[in-house]
């Protein structure tokens, strides 16, 4: 029997023993698991280090690397676990994080460039990024560019670090890049490579900092100026201003290697290497069938043509991007699955006289290599559509997925927002379609795609290659994307479109062939036929280009209801793209033929311009620890004392080796117990509704279910909540928004689970549903009492002494956390009534609790415990308790521990996020701008429980004058009852929302008096001793020196705003603009009582330390800084002090971690134990001076001294929300942004940052800066690109109440390339905090830098003033936060808008 005939009757001789290795260890796959994806395996094989951060291949937590042997050649690449088919790694090798390095052995270079340069906060991100980084290496001969890493990187995401310290860890290291250059070598005993200096000299590494040494001063220097003198201002550079001067250290992103630790890299001693067994291995066919499906891996293609006619349902699975996300998201199952990887006829590229023919099962990362060498070797007229496809490849998801998505999979999929297919139909490619039994036929791509997700394929075809043709001479072919986010994300509208010009008898240029496609504006990819005839056969002119405009708004409608929503932008887009095109065409003729001259004028050249992105840069200034002033010195010069320094040190986070190297444990890495049940929830599909039945006897026939649990089921109370029990745990009568819990299935798998809660049936009648603030605004829904009031001075009378009065509506969008571990909680039922519950959560006390109550037990009864957390940010402080509850109850009856951890899109849907404000406003001011009155409505969506909101509208409340001093105010507070899942804490707390607000209407008073905002924002400055709205007197106000140092960058604003107009002038398309703004945040929890602390300080006879404390470690780096208070408070290094979890029995009562309090709060309770373990040990310490502190210890001891102390804190002399000092202090800080806009699009770079934040002493500079550039980064996203979007009045094509933005594909955070190219960070230097004596003088450093991301908010809405200053639209107008590109671009309005849009219309959003 051949391999076509076995394979299609499922021959056995395929079934047998799939191999593959990992970590270099050979292993058996299992038989009969089609359906598991590989990250599944690996961690169950305890693998651990790789992450499910999503499940769909957006966030690349879960990257690993592959090696296969192919045609005598090794490869390796990055891919997502969560999306390979376990046995699509048959016969390769998997290299996880675990793989290249750990604590015994050493760690890999990359593991530990990572560490030391403080690229792991929460530590979730970080073995994906290291196994990016690892596999760009291992993939490479050459070491890889500044450019080629932050690629990519680009399918990573991290939503703690804001990725400069990353990137500065990857780069500059021709260490590494040596290193795997050799250790390519794989097998030849390639593991003993370079990994330092030694290594280096052998290899001709540049000295360690390479090209980055300034050549000015020979340090170290952002300026990448090479071998020219200093161009951009850097530390020792010209004109800088150098974060104040003097006693600064200065570090760049070119040299962070020595920034704490020791200065020799610890090191594995081999690399993985390649397995001899697999080179040269023939990999056999398989056939590997099992319950769920069988796996089958067809060698030729006629064997995969019978499996086809055999199984007509069979799916083939190239790189499973598609099929994996239709199973897991869209409940598909497919009996059979193939996979077409290792037949060599739909592997094969080839050139033939009039085309590339690409076979269907090539990888678009191989297609880039090939199109490269194509494009290179090839005359640029011949290589059009190459080029092209290569730019759009560029933005086509992340690296990831590009190493194993496959050509033929993005074709046949027929989605309509394919990046290629409008490229194909352009260029005129055909597709080459295979049958068993019947001769190939060919079918043009644009005629390919039938009707949504459609195409011209029967069940038994498969699509076997792609002809790509060469163009001509004159025949200029080009790509347009345009995505909410431009890196790893997919597109809102695309385009490929090709002209081909000719020179006509009478001189004129005309287009004899025309082909325009476009993606995103129809159930299919779409030619434009009106629009191509209006172009062809007329002169490249102006007047032509403007039929075009119109023919193209009749070949491209778009319902108003339609999927997708954005009707105006995206017939905008299609529509600038055009434009784009028609410009791109006439500057490439006029390049080639001078007879040609643009139709337009010269500005007009920028519609084609390309941005092409530098490699992003950082600088850090912050005060030096010790008394003597080091000046323009990086951290490497630090002499060795500094480095030691226990406080005021850059010292690493604690954990930061175990997370580089995957050890560290989250909640879900726990070592499953025995008897361990998994939960999966049943919930509510609709947003308010009766529940009319519920029926779960579906799901209990599933095999391995154990059985379903709802409020029936609870043994204590069914009301929860943190402030007051107004939520259901499990829904009973009435569900009020979709996710809400209505039981839990539980089961001896998670796939048991999964699949019973889906199978239980629900009947709802549905009621009116709330979704929006407007609605709940219009039907009166508020939380009534919840929402207070502040008044000072008199604003009814203030008006009449105003020069100016506006008014106006503000309006700014919710955030989802994204944190990159989504909720998990593991209950565990001990003896004699006992429960553990370990759990995800950022209040520990609030879980145990709230367990208690749900099981009628008393609290000491239930011990809540953690280790870290994968990020929190405000997220898992309150809506982390109904999970724990909800895997409370089944653990309860059931005596068994159950494990409940929630999916990405559950998550999202299901726990909240920031809230959505609305704000009304009537401000009055002077002739210069200075404000005298101001009256303030604010509204938040808060959602269908109360949660915290009634606290996060006084945070708002309290922060609605942002910076500035203002003597008669009233400011009132809403809250509205939605049918959103409740909205919580998050970063900032309410009080970025409310200075958002502010800084709108300041710019509204700067455009009404025609001033800079940035003076009009100085004019109103709080100064020493100002009072605030709310009667707080402030002491140590830094908000002028903060704006002084942010604005005193390059030359000074005046004039880099010169810079940015001369560009503008000559730049109609793509616009700069700068913008600064200040923050001042106060820090306190304004619910008094929530301002106490405990900790306890257990020092053993050897001299270690153990300290426990009521904070939560969630990588903002609590346990380093409260370790470091404990150990300068017993006078040991560093690493003599140990916390190893967080644990109600050991502090009880605590705070939830948040409120930016934490290390002022834990590190003062420390410092009160470490006081009375000192007292306790001063007669030792007396009676043997010069003793080391273990011989002090072990006298006390055997003296029986208690080396055990337990210490407290409590904020004084404040007052809480409602007196007149709810804060113990402000933190002050100011950003200034410059952002270049491309109008017609929307999209935008952020050019340079400039951020200067108060932190007091410093505890940690290195801690610090990443928590303020991490917030600065997420504050950006909040304001610029992150945009939840729900079923509501806005958007009614997405099912009413749900969340459509419920995952990485969808809901975008900014990714490494949207960082700033340029980021200066000065912590304030000489700012002691005169209230934080116990914690070395320092401040907090969470919420307050997260607003300063809104300067990016506002130098983008001073782009679009530029664009529409152009468009005759001067003026003020309202721009909605996020500045999503749909915003920008449609408030750049212009010809190309105006039939979609009037010039005042705003977009939709949900608020
Ligand atoms: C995180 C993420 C980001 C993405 N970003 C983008 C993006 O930026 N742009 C974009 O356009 N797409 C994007 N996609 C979509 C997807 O990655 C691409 O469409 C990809 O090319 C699909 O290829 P695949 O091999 O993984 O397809 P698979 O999932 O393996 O298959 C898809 C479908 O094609 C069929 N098929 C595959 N090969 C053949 C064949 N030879 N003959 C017949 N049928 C066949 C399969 O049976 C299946 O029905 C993204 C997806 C993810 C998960
Ligand atoms: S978990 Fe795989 S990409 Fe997110
Ligand atoms: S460190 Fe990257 S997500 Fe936390």
Redesign the pocket.
């Given at each position: 029997m051949d391999e076509a005939t076995s394979s299609a009757a499922g021959d056995k001789r395929h079934a047998s023993d799939p191999i593959a290795y990992i970590n270099g260890k050979l292993h058996k796959l299992p038989l009969g698991r089609a359906e598991i994806t590989l990250l599944a395996y690996l961690r169950e094989l305890g693998l651990t280090g790789t992450k499910l951060g999503c499940g769909?291949?957006?966030c690349g937590a879960c990257t690993v690397m592959v090696s296969s042997w192919e045609d005598g050649q090794l490869w390796h690449c990055s891919i997502n676990a969560c999306?390979a088919p376990l046995y699509s790694v048959e016969g390769m090798h998997v290299v996880t994080v675990e793989g290249i390095g750990n604590t015994r052995a050493g760690l890999h270079p990359v593991q530990e460039r990572l560490a030391r340069a403080h690229g792991s906060q929460c530590g979730f991100c970080t073995p994906g990024f290291v196994m990016s980084m690892y596999a760009l290496l291992r993939s490479r001969p050459q070491p890889p560019s500044e450019q080629d890493i932050e690629e990519n990187l680009a399918g990573n995401l991290c939503r703690c670090t804001g990725y400069r310290p990353i990137l500065d860890a990857f780069k500059g290291a021709p260490c590494l890049a040596n290193r795997s250059a050799r250790g390519n070598a794989d097998g030849a005993g390639g593991g003993a490579a370079c990994v330092s200096g030694d290594g280096c000299k052998a290899g001709g590494c540049p000295p360690r900092g390479g090209n980055m040494v300034c050549p000015s001063t020979g340090l170290p220097c952002g300026c990448g100026a090479g071998t020219a003198p200093c161009t951009r201002p850097g530390p020792g550079g010209a004109g800088e201003a150098d974060g104040e001067g003097e006693a600064v250290v200065v570090s760049s992103s070119a040299d962070k290697l020595a920034m704490g630790g020791s200065a020799a890299y610890t090191r594995p001693s081999a690399e993985p290497i390649f397995p001899a067994a697999l080179r040269g291995r023939t990999p056999p066919p398989l056939c590997l069938p099992g319950p769920a499906a069988t796996w089958h891996r067809p060698t030729t293609l006629a064997a995969l043509l019978a499996l086809k006619r055999a199984h007509p349902e069979l799916?083939?699975?190239?790189?499973?991007?598609?099929?994996?996300?239709e199973v897991k998201f869209k409940a598909a199952r497919y009996r059979h699955l193939a996979a077409?990887s290792h037949i060599p006829e739909?592997n094969r590229m080839e050139v033939t006289d009039t085309a590339l023919v690409v076979g269907?099962?090539v990888t678009?990362s191989r297609l880039q290599t090939r199109l490269r060498e194509l494009v290179a070797a090839g005359a640029p007229h011949e290589t059009g559509v190459f080029a092209a496809l290569l730019e759009q490849l560029r933005?086509?998801?992340?690296v990831q997925?590009r190493n194993?998505?496959?050509?033929?999979?993005?074709i046949?999929?027929g989605?309509p927002?394919?990046?290629?297919n409008p490229l194909y139909m352009a260029a005129g490619s055909t597709f080459t379609i295979a049958a068993e039994g019947a001769p190939d036929r060919k079918v043009a791509a644009a005629d390919f795609f039938l009707a949504y997700r459609r195409v011209a394929?029967e069940l038994h075809e498969?699509?076997?290659a792609v002809s790509i043709p060469f163009t001509r001479r004159h025949e200029y072919v080009r790509e347009f994307k345009q995505a909410h986010r431009r890196d790893?994300?997919?597109?809102i509208v695309n385009a490929g479109m090709r002209a081909r010009m000719r020179r006509t008898l009478a001189g004129d240029w005309k287009a004899d062939e025309v082909a325009l496609a476009f993606g995103g504006v129809a159930p299919i990819t779409v030619m434009a036929p009106q629009a191509a005839a209006a172009l062809v056969g007329r002169p490249w002119v102006e007047e032509t280009l403007r039929a075009a405009v119109a023919a193209l708004a009749r070949d491209i409608v778009i319902a108003p209801d339609a999927p997708g929503g954005m009707v105006e932008y995206r017939r905008s887009l299609a529509a600038s793209f055009l434009f784009r095109f028609f410009v791109d065409v006439a500057l490439r003729l006029e390049a080639e033929e001078p007879s040609f001259k643009l139709p337009l004028p010269p500005s007009f050249a920028s519609a084609a311009a390309r941005f092409e992105r530098p490699p992003a840069r950082g600088l850090q200034y912050y005060a030096r620890a010790g008394q003597d002033a080091v000046v323009g010195a990086p951290h490497r010069h630090l002499a060795a004392d500094i480095q030691d320094a226990v406080v005021g040190a850059p010292h690493r986070h604690l954990a930061a080796d175990i997370q580089v190297t995957g050890e560290a444990m989250y909640t879900d890495d726990m070592p499953h117990v025995a008897g361990l049940l998994h939960a999966a929830l049943v919930k509510s599909a609709r947003p308010h509704a009766r529940i009319l039945s519920l029926d779960t006897s579906l799901a209990q026939q599933v095999p391995r279910v154990v059985g379903f649990f709802g409020a029936g089921d609870v043994p204590g109370s069914n009301m929860i909540g943190p402030v007051l029990h107004d939520e259901e745990l499990f829904a009973t009568r009435q569900v009020t928004c979709v996710g809400q819990m209505l039981g839990v299935v539980v089961a001896e798998s998670e796939a048991a689970a999964r699949d019973g809660a889906a199978l239980v049936a629900v009947t709802y009648a549905d009621l009116p549903a709330i979704m929006s603030i407007d609605d709940a605004v219009a039907a009166g829904s508020f939380y009534e009492g919840q929402g207070h009031t502040i008044e000072c001075g008199n604003v009814d009378d203030a008006w009449a002494g105003c020069a100016h009065v506006i008014d106006g509506t503000a309006r700014v969008g919710g955030q989802e956390h994204f944190y990159l571990e989504p909720n998990c909680s593991l209950v565990v039922p001990g003896e004699a009534g006992e429960v553990t519950v370990i759990s995800s959560t950022q209040g520990p006390a609030k879980n145990q609790n709230m367990v208690a109550h749900v099981l009628g037990l008393p609290a000491h009864k239930v011990f809540c415990k953690i280790k870290r957390l994968g990020g929190g940010f405000g997220g898992k402080e309150t809506r982390s308790v109904p999970i724990s509850c909800a895997a409370a109850v089944p653990a309860w009856h059931l005596r068994r521990p159950v494990r409940l951890a929630l999916d990405r899109d559950e998550d999202m849907q299901t726990t909240g996020h920031r809230h959505a404000f609305m704000a009304t406003y009537k401000v009055g001011f002077t002739a210069e701008g200075k404000v005298l009155a101001l009256q303030l409505d604010m509204y938040s969506n808060a959602g269908n429980s109360l949660d915290l909101s009634t606290s996060i509208m006084d945070r708002a409340l309290v922060h609605c004058d942002c910076a500035y001093k203002i003597t008669n105010v009233r400011v009132v507070g809403h809250v509205c009852r939605t049918n959103q899942a409740s909205n919580t804490a998050f970063r900032g707390f309410g009080g970025p929302q409310a200075m958002i607000v502010a800084e709108m209407w300041v710019d509204q008073i700067a455009r009404t008096l025609g001033r800079p905002p940035e003076a009009v924002r100085e004019l109103n400055f709080y100064r020493e001793g100002d009072s605030t709205h709310f009667g707080q007197v402030l002491e140590g106000c830094q908000v002028q020196r903060c704006w002084d140092l942010a604005l005193r960058s390059a030359g000074g604003l005046a004039q880099r705003r010169a810079a940015a107009a001369a560009f503008n002038a000559g730049s109609r398309f793509r616009k700069r603009g700068l913008a600064a703004v200040p923050t001042k945040f106060g820090i306190s929890f304004t619910t008094k009582f929530l301002n106490q602390a405990g900790a306890l300080v257990h020092i053993y006879t050897d001299g270690t330390v153990l300290l426990t404390h009521g904070g939560v470690e969630m990588g903002q780096g609590l346990h380093t800084k409260v370790a470091q208070v404990a150990a300068a408070a017993l006078g040991l290094p560093l690493d003599a002090v140990y916390i190893a979890e967080t644990a109600t029995d050991k502090v009880p009562n605590a705070s939830p971690t948040a409120a930016s309090a934490s290390s002022d709060m834990y590190g003062a309770a420390v410092a009160d134990a470490c006081r009375q373990l000192n007292e306790r040990l001063e007669p030792f310490r007396a009676r043997l001076p010069g003793t080391a502190f273990k011989e002090i210890v072990s006298a006390a001891y055997l003296e029986r001294v208690d080396l055990s102390a337990h210490g407290f804190y409590a904020t004084p002399n404040i007052t809480g929300f409602g007196g007149a000092k709810p804060f113990n202090y402000f933190c002050y800080g100011a950003a200034l942004s410059e952002v270049e806009l491309d109008t017609l699009t929307g999209d935008w770079h952020l050019l340079r940052t400039d951020l200067a934040m108060d932190v007091g002493d410093s505890l940690n500079p290195a801690i610090d800066i990443g928590q303020v550039e991490g917030g600065f980064v997420q504050g950006m996203g909040w304001c610029c690109l992150e945009e939840l979007v729900w079923g509501d009045a806005a958007h009614p094509w997405v099912a009413p109440g749900t969340l459509h933005t419920r995952g990485p594909?969808t809901y975008k955070i900014p990714t490494v390339n949207d960082i700033p190219l340029d980021l200066r960070v000065t912590l304030l230097r000489d700012a002691p905090c005169a209230k934080t004596p116990l914690v070395h003088s320092s401040k907090a450093v969470g919420e307050p830098p997260l607003f300063l991301g809104a300067s990016v908010f506002f130098a983008l809405k001073e782009a679009v003033y530029a664009a529409r200053a152009e468009a005759s639209l001067p003026g003020w107008f309202r721009m909605d936060a996020p500045a999503t590109p749909e915003r920008l671009r449609m408030a750049c309005a212009d010809e190309l808008t105006a039939p979609f849009a009037s010039s005042a219309a705003s977009c939709k959003g949900s608020f």
């Open positions: 769909e291949g957006g999306l799916r083939i699975v190239g790189g499973n991007t598609e099929v994996g996300i077409p739909l269907a099962a678009l933005y086509f998801a992340g997925i194993v998505a496959t050509i033929g999979g993005n046949v999929t989605s927002i394919s990046d290629i394929l498969v699509l076997s790893d994300d997919i597109a594909g």
